[in-house]
DNA sequence: CAGGGAAGCGAAAGCGGTTTCGCAAATCAC
DNA sequence: GTGATTTGCGAAACCGCTTTCGCTTCCCTG
């Protein structure tokens, strides 16, 4: 535990070679003859050695660290993303800085820019809320890489990997379809909502190529359980014959549900349902389980890719998409 | 952007003072005239100087980083206490160094441990996955301070802070009877899970100091939304005149309320329901809203905690039990 | 066999701060 | 007014590693 720290000069002394010597040695950089890197190596090993990362860091320049822009990092998506972004770049030692933010607010963030920037950080990922909101563009404020995730770019000019809404909404149709259901409405949130409107499109184009239209016009409103729920019984009385509803996101499938089976009819028998966030797999693991079925927006695969293309430096402007996938459950 | 970076030296030099004055004077450590250590700091922020962390760090040999081992980071729970820890610590310039291990497995976390200490982190933030298992204690491993978060201590000597799963069983019952319930049944996860047992437990002993019973034994079985159904269905044929159901989880609650409503019972009219987790914030913010009344075991709390006690350095050792609250809706 | 180039290694200069220590001047006690 | 402290500041060591540059030695070419 209080044992003596090894520095790289001891395992020099150790090795009989100089300490520039042995500093390539271990980072096999430089020519050095395969002998004596060897030597080095397991005299390295030996004693134990381990780099100061402190020291390291500060010699090249550069911090092994990250830094993370967040809207509001308690939004349950962002946690997501944070998380698993969080986890990968882990375990590549690589730490992260994280700076919660109104990006908004000029004042408040370039503050933090400024922080980040004395810290030496070698990359920074910017997490949006959603897809629904534009998040400003802070590439041009960093001279290190920018990648933004979950977010509208406000430059379409900065790497983005974000979800893919449009696809969404097409994926949901095609599952409904290919259990047999025709009459199809959707129930979804704000009609501004940048989000909302594509799963709508996508579902919309999906419908036509089938040759099929909405068993009713598409319904706007929040994205609420108790709106879906109030949303739902209307349609309900006005379209009796549906057989599945494609909710915006699961919130609204909750009260979708609650107002399909207290019209009396069953679900998915009746009526399927399918929703959008996979909101169970928030509450997995060992608890919880499926029941709604649902879209996964790969927040997750986001977190994951946008760690990594930083990482391997791999950033192409642009927008990049994540592939949607269906979470089959009980409600199709 | 590409501008120069202005170091100490820099600043000295236009300040007319050497390089370790000025160092003294911005540290506000070491005796200065209060005239000089002003006029440091007045070209020091004229000049738009920043300290270089990096440098900064190593010759102070103390990181800004606070390490974080987590069981498996993907479980929601963690997140929340990851990501709250992340902000708060991000606050204070603390960055975050996760390793997300199986922490049972030696091997791979003692390769952690080592990576830790080798990056000369501050402290060690290890985050259990829930108050249902116990986690191996880490603090002998590190010179540095260690705190537990959201965990059963193995040695209760170790710093932990957690919820207070005793508590959360009191309050459950005590909102329940305030809404003027008295027959009250209980259904929860399995008998081993300490969780499970301690909420429980509580619970009958607020019961039992109201003067009242269990409407039926309590009932053991997962932590799951199917389960939660399942036995709700056969204990409302065993026990009508329930009053209200004690859930031992807003999964299980979820499961329970559909099948109370399918027995023809208005919730809360009829039955009144309360579940544990906030389940529904993972998902509020914008979206999302409240149904389920629950309790709330006070992750954020957790999280928030844990980095400031371990910034302050204020580690008495021993548990320390988050207080939980009730997050009221639409079921009791 | 002379000369040019490459391979292998070491000396030393940073990287940009913090911190110890010593010295001169100012302040204090008596 | 003298000696003992205290105050204010600067010189220089140091943190531990990376990296440039130059010096040998060896090999190859013609």
Chains 1, 2 share one sequence.
Not at 5 to 26: N, P, Q
Not at 221 to 237: H, N, S, V
Request: proline fraction near 3%.
């Amino acid at each position: 535990m209080a044992d003596q720290v090894i520095t790289l000069s001891d395992v020099a002394a150790a090795a009989g070679v100089s300490l520039s010597t042995a500093s390539k040695a271990l980072n096999g950089t430089d020519r050095i003859s395969e002998a004596t890197r060897e030597h080095v190596r397991l005299t390295a090993d030996r004693l134990g050695f381990r780099h100061n990362a402190l020291a390291r860091s500060f010699a090249r320049g550069r911090s092994q660290t990250i830094g993370v822009l967040t809207h509001r990092a308690s939004n349950p998506f962002t946690r997501v993303v944070l998380a698993t972004a969080a986890t990968e770049l882990g375990a590549k030692e690589q730490a992260i800085l994280l700076y919660d933010a109104r990006m908004e607010e000029q004042h408040d963030v370039t503050e933090s820019i400024l922080q980040l920037r004395a810290r030496r950080i070698d990359g920074v990922i910017v997490i949006g809320t959603s897809t629904s909101f534009r998040t400003p563009s802070f590439t041009s404020r960093f001279d290190v890489p920018v990648i933004n995730a979950f977010t509208v770019p406000a430059d379409p000019q900065d790497t983005t990997i974000t979800a893919d809404d449009f696809a969404i909404g097409r994926l949901a149709i095609s599952h409904l379809l290919a259990g047999g259901r025709r009459r199809i409405a959707h129930l979804t949130a704000e009609p501004h909502d940048i989000a909302a409107q594509r799963r709508a499109e996508g579902a919309g184009e999906l419908l036509a190529e089938a040759g099929l239209e909405w068993a009713a016009p598409v319904r706007f409103g929040r994205w609420r359980e108790e709106w879906g729920e109030q949303a739902a019984a209307e349609l309900l009385a006005e379209v009796p014959d549906l057989d599945a509803i494609f909710c915006g996101s699961d919130a609204i499938g909750r009260g979708v549900e609650r107002a399909v089976r207290a019209s009396g009819r069953q679900v998915p028998g009746d009526v399927a349902l399918i929703g959008v966030d996979n909101w169970e797999s928030l509450m997995h693991d060992q608890r919880g389980t499926r029941h709604l079925t649902t879209i996964d927006v790969g927040l997750e695969e986001i977190g994951r890719r946008v760690a990594n293309r930083l990482l391997e430096g791999n950033l192409e402007p642009g927008v990049e998409y994540v592939e949607p996938h269906v979470v089959v459950a009980d409600t199709v």
